[in-house]
C-alpha cells in the first residue's frame, strides 16, 4: 500500500543529544513537509522540500535540519540546540507543493529524558 | 502573526445533533481551504476541501461553507457520530506561486451519545 512511514513511533533524547526522525514515503511525491504539533498551537512548519538535494526553512527551523539526498527520503535531525524538542513530529508529502492535499505519516513522540 | 484562527478549542455535541466548527483567517490572499481530522497519536487525514470560487462543498455527511466577506469557514457535520470524535484543523493556503498550508490551532471535537 502506499503511505509515509515514520519511524520510531516513540523516541526519548537525552540532554546535547541530536536524534534523527525518519520519514519514507512510496507516493512518488515532489514534495515533503515537516510539521511539529503542540498542544494548543497547532501544526507548525519546521522544514519543507519541494524537490530532491533542495529544501527550505519553514516557521520555525530554528534547531533542527534536514536532508532530501533521495525522492522517497526526508530525514529531520532535532539537534542539541532546539531546546524545547518534546513534541509530536508529523511528515507529510504531496504533489506541487501547493492546493493539493498533504498525505501525513504517523507521527513520531519526541521527549526529553 | 496567527493567519489562521480556531477559537474554539473543543466542542462538545450530542450524537446525532449538528456539528459546526469554525475557522477565521486573516489572509485575504488564501484562495483554498482544507480540513483535516486527527485522532491521538496518528496523523491528521484529509476531510473535505473548497476553493474560493465556491461557497459551499459538500460531501456526504461532511458540508464547508466559506464566507468570503467575512474571512470565515466553517465545517458542519450532520448527523454527528461518535466516531467523529477527534481533533479538526483548517488549513488555507494560496494556489498561485506553490504556497505552504497554514494551520489553525485545531478544535477537539466530542460526540457524546
Known amino acids: 500500500d502506499g503511505g509515509i512511514t515514520q519511524s520510531p513511533k516513540y523516541l526519548f533524547r537525552k540532554e546535547g543529544q541530536n536524534v534523527t526522525l525518519s520519514c519514507e514515503q512510496n507516493?512518488?511525491?515532489?514534495?515533503m513537509y515537516w510539521y511539529r504539533q503542540d498542544p494548543g498551537q497547532g501544526l507548525r512548519l519546521i522544514y519543507y522540500?519541494?524537490?530532491?538535494?533542495?529544501?527550505q526553512k519553514g516557521d520555525i527551523a530554528e534547531g533542527y535540519s534536514v536532508s532530501r539526498e533521495k525522492k522517497e527520503s526526508f530525514p529531520l535531525t532535532v539537534t542539541s540546540a532546539q531546546k524545547n524538542p518534546t513534541a509530536f513530529y508529523l511528515c507529510?508529502?504531496?504533489?506541487?507543493?501547493?492546493?493539493?492535499?498533504?498525505?501525513f505519516g504517523s507521527g513520531t513522540q519526541l521527549s526529553v529524558l | 502573526d496567527q493567519q489562521v484562527k480556531q477559537n474554539s478549542p473543543s466542542l462538545s455535541v450530542q450524537e446525532g445533533r449538528i456539528s459546526i466548527l469554525n475557522c477565521d483567517y486573516t489572509?485575504?490572499?488564501?484562495?483554498?481551504f482544507l480540513w483535516y481530522k486527527k485522532y491521538p497519536a496518528e496523523g491528521p487525514t484529509f476531510l473535505i476541501s473548497?476553493?474560493?470560487?465556491?461557497d459551499k462543498n459538500e460531501d456526504g455527511r461532511f458540508t464547508v461553507f466559506l464566507n468570503k466577506s467575512a474571512k470565515h469557514l466553517s465545517l458542519h457535520i450532520v448527523p454527528s457520530q461518535p466516531g467523529d470524535s477527534a481533533v479538526y484543523f483548517c488549513?488555507?493556503?494560496?494556489?498561485?506561486?506553490?504556497?505552504?498550508?497554514?494551520f489553525g490551532q485545531g478544535t477537539r471535537l466530542t460526540i457524546n451519545p
Open positions: 507529510a508529502s504531496n504533489n506541487h507543493g501547493a492546493g493539493e492535499k498533504l498525505f
Open positions: 507516493l512518488n511525491h515532489d514534495a
Open positions: 522540500s519541494q524537490i530532491v538535494n533542495d529544501f
Open positions: 489572509n485575504s490572499m488564501f484562495d483554498y
Open positions: 473548497i476553493s474560493s470560487i465556491k
Open positions: 488549513a488555507a493556503t494560496r494556489i498561485q506561486g506553490a504556497q505552504k498550508l497554514v
